[in-house]
């Protein structure tokens, strides 16, 4: 990808790069109590920031359902 380097200089990229390796060493059982926990309450919240902010998908996304004819 040529715009790699480019957007690179982003810790929300990096991040996003090192997903991948996190998954893959990612140890299911050292979540136990937390899943235990989850349990007990019935409900659990994510939240997080997206890539949307930096490529410009979300944008063209948005541009393109307001330019539609009803």
Same mark, same amino acid.
């Given at each position: 990808?040529?715009?790699?380097?480019?957007?690179?200089?982003?810790?929300?990229? #990096?991040?996003?790069?090192? *997903? @991948?390796? &996190?998954? #893959?060493?990612?140890?299911?059982?050292?979540?136990?109590?937390v899943?235990? !926990? &989850?349990? !007990?309450?019935?409900?659990?919240? =994510? *939240?997080?920031e997206?890539?949307? #902010? &930096? =490529? @410009?998908?979300?944008?063209?996304? *948005? !541009?393109?359902?307001?330019s #539609?004819?009803?």
């Amino acid at each position: 990808m040529k715009n790699e380097k480019k957007y690179a200089k982003f810790a929300l990229v #990096r991040e996003m790069m090192e *997903t @991948p390796g &996190i998954i #893959r060493n990612f140890k299911s059982a050292n979540a136990d109590d937390v899943a235990e !926990q &989850i349990k !007990q309450t019935g409900k659990l919240f =994510f *939240t997080g920031e997206g890539s949307g #902010r &930096i =490529f @410009p998908a979300k944008n063209a996304i *948005t !541009q393109a359902s307001n330019s #539609r004819i009803d």
